[in-house]
């Protein structure tokens, strides 16, 4: 089965090498985002991501894209990247992180990728990072997935009046579904 998500393939040693394969026409943009998506659900520390996120923003990658069948999976996979990425930056606490959120949001929400649950769960992680607890609880409510995670967020901004994301991600979680 193709797109086993339980079952990882093959991994590429690099997303520069998929993208390298992906201009030259070595592999179909079906491969390239399907191992783009492999590496980041099948790497834990989701490192792939800011080097991903890069390569998903370049106009000459988009363009591959657009306009095709594979366009929804497109920006569905480059969603989660740049979600990924966003979490990858906020931790190490660099900049970029919010544009990174805000960019993940918008991918979950174009024509053909709209997964409520991960657009709620991307806006609920903005709510968070902005201390705005009453947003927080509004997406927390609508969540399918990740409820754990959001409770804890909800717990520590009501314990602190503030975020810290770290922190908050490491508490375990309870009624995750």
């Known amino acids: 089965m193709e797109n086993d998500p339980t079952k990882p393939?093959?991994?590429?040693?690099?997303?520069?090498?998929?993208?390298?394969?992906?201009?030259?026409?070595?592999?179909?943009?079906?491969?390239?985002?399907?191992?783009?998506?492999?590496l980041d659900q099948f790497i834990s520390t989701r490192e792939s991501a800011v080097k991903a996120a890069e390569i998903l923003g370049k106009p000459e990658v988009i363009a591959l894209f657009v306009g095709t069948e594979y366009e929804a999976m497109f920006y569905s996979v480059r969603s989660l990247t740049y979600f990924h990425r966003a979490q990858i930056r906020i931790i190490k606490g660099d900049g970029g992180y919010l544009e990174d959120f805000k960019a993940a949001?918008?991918?979950?929400?174009?024509?053909?990728?709209?997964?409520?649950?991960?657009?709620?769960y991307i806006q609920a992680t903005i709510a968070y990072i902005n201390n705005d607890l009453e947003e927080l609880k509004k997406y927390?409510?609508?969540?399918?997935?990740?409820?754990?995670?959001?409770?804890?967020?909800?717990?520590?901004?009501?314990?602190?009046?503030?975020?810290?994301?770290?922190?908050?991600?490491?508490?375990?979680?309870k009624g995750d579904g």
């Not at 393939?9 to 783009?36: H, M």
């Not at 949001?105 to 709620?120: A, C, M, P, V, Y």
């Open 140 to 173: 927390a409510v609508k969540l399918v997935l990740n409820k754990g995670l959001i409770q804890n967020f909800i717990g520590g901004l009501e314990e602190r009046g503030y975020s810290k994301y770290l922190e908050d991600c490491s508490k375990p979680q």
């Open 9 to 38: 393939r093959n991994l590429p040693v690099d997303v520069q090498t998929l993208e390298s394969q992906l201009l030259t026409g070595e592999t179909s943009p079906k491969a390239f985002i399907l191992a783009v998506r492999d």
């Open 105 to 120: 949001l918008e991918d979950s929400q174009k024509e053909g990728t709209r997964s409520e649950d991960l657009s709620n």
